[in-house]
């Protein structure tokens, strides 16, 4: 059982439990480069993972007026066929349950690439499991760490959940909101990559007094 001052670890999906894909650059070539897509690219990403508007707008905001059916498929085909699962972390995550831990997810995230993801069965597990298509935020906009904290039951001691997220601005996003960090970083290879999440997860509720 669990008695430190840490109760929930809450996981980034990209980059912490599977590969970090570049959906831009697959993206932009499969519409054929168009005009102004890198200036376009940030609002239009943030507008659709925030569930603000569909593929459709998505993709004519991005410059693709009519896109065609492969076009479409391409948001999650490169997804789908390049995707890289990280199953040693989400074994060693789904693992920290049996020391009292409760563990969710809050990850930036594509409905498309979504589905992906639930029919491979990543999120099995993992409650709450907050994505911002859904919630209507996107890291590293307080609200989405408010809304965790809020599915958590832990508004009111933001300080016993350990947030982990290979982005260093989403993670100064949540320790403003009081949670503990912890940055992913990719290493050369995938198992190295593997290893270090885990061991700096490890490392990291130790120096939190969570014994595992």
Request: hydrophobic share 40%.
């Amino acid at each position: 059982m669990n008695d430190s001052v840490i109760s929930a670890i809450l996981f980034d999906v990209g980059g912490v439990l599977v590969s970090d894909y570049d959906i831009q650059s697959d993206l932009r070539n499969a519409l054929y480069n168009p005009e102004h897509f890198d200036q376009q690219w940030p609002k239009a990403l943030h507008d659709y993972e925030s569930g603000f508007i569909d593929e459709s707008v998505f993709l004519r905001k991005l410059g693709c007026d009519h896109p065609s059916p492969e076009q479409y498929d391409r948001l999650t085909r490169g997804f789908r066929d390049h995707q890289v699962y990280f199953q040693n972390v989400i074994t060693f995550a789904r693992s920290l349950t049996t020391h009292g831990l409760q563990i969710g997810i809050l990850s930036n995230a594509m409905p498309s690439h979504s589905a992906i993801l639930q029919q491979a069965g990543i999120y099995d597990g993992f409650r709450p499991c907050l994505l911002s298509w859904q919630i209507g935020y996107h890291k590293p906009e307080r609200g989405a760490f408010t809304s965790a904290l809020s599915a958590l039951n832990l508004s009111d001691n933001p300080e016993h959940v350990l947030f982990i997220d290979n982005h260093q601005n989403n993670l100064d996003a949540a320790a403003a909101c009081g949670m503990h960090t912890l940055l992913a970083v990719r290493q050369a290879t995938q198992a190295q990559t593997e290893q270090t999440i885990i061991m700096g997860i490890t490392d990291k509720l130790l120096s939190l007094g969570v014994v595992l």
